[in-house]
């Protein structure tokens, strides 16, 4: 029953050594997000994918790239983490540019020692 | 610059009483404001979205309210349960069809 799935939901990695978060929908929706949630914080927009349309938000660090080969799979690149990396990352989907309610995934909590 | 902002960052009430959670918007005017629901290490779920021109939407024992006035947003919780202790979130659209969020407000519901 499962319509924004995450993979994996907790992810351990080195200083620096790249790392990969998977994003899968059920939905067939066009538009995907990613989201970086800090401890306490508001979810903070990455970038995003209207169908293959990729789009960076300016203050996104180099450093994350992401990838949507199709319409039901996205996902995060970290080349070189950093600590300050560490956080909770949302993948969350809507059906079009002007739909307004998005569909959250459960998250992937990335932690860099 | 435009500002949606939940100033209380904690909410502790009794079980059976009614929550109220604010979200105040500066230096624009959003078509629509939206609440969601995160659980600890979970995504925001959704739960009422309500537009410039409404003043009140309702869903079971939710209920929120927009005041173009005040720049304000009110939700509702009536007869509060320790299930409903959870970080509830405002948000208004962003440029790029995203949610820019406010910084959430946790709600302790004490049995």
């Known amino acids: 029953d499962a319509m924004v799935i995450q993979n994996p939901r907790y992810q351990v990695t080195q200083f620096g050594k790249p790392v990969t978060l998977s994003c899968s929908q059920t939905?067939?929706?066009?538009?995907m997000y990613w989201y970086q949630q800090k401890s306490s914080q508001a979810p903070k927009l990455l970038f995003h994918?209207?169908?293959?349309?990729?789009?960076n938000e300016a203050d996104t660090p180099d450093n994350f790239q992401s990838r949507r080969p199709n319409t039901s799979f996205c996902f995060l690149d970290i080349r070189s983490p950093g600590l300050g990396d560490a956080a909770m990352y949302l993948c969350?989907?809507?059906?079009?540019?002007?739909?307004?309610?998005?569909?959250f995934g459960p998250g992937t909590r990335l932690l860099v020692l | 610059s435009q500002k949606i902002e939940q100033n209380s960052e904690a909410l502790n009430i009794q079980e059976g009483k009614t929550a109220t959670l604010t979200c105040n918007y500066t230096?624009?005017?959003?078509?629509?404001l939206q609440w969601y629901r995160q659980d600890p290490g979970r995504g925001p779920v959704f739960l009422l979205l309500?537009?410039?021109?409404?003043k009140e939407k309702r869903k079971e024992r939710l209920k929120v309210t927009f005041d173009t006035t005040l720049k304000q947003s009110l939700f509702h919780i009536t007869a509060s349960q320790p299930a409903d202790s959870a970080t509830y979130l405002c948000?208004?659209?962003?440029?790029?069809?995203?949610?820019?969020f406010g910084k959430g407000t946790k709600l302790s519901v004490k049995p």
């Open positions: 939905l067939n929706h066009n538009v």
């Open positions: 994918y209207y169908d293959k349309d990729f789009n």
């Open positions: 230096n624009y005017s959003p078509a629509y």
């Open positions: 309500i537009r410039e021109n409404e």
């Open positions: 948000a208004r659209g962003g440029s790029q069809g995203n949610l820019i």
């Open positions: 969350a989907t809507k059906p079009g540019q002007a739909g307004e309610t998005q569909y």
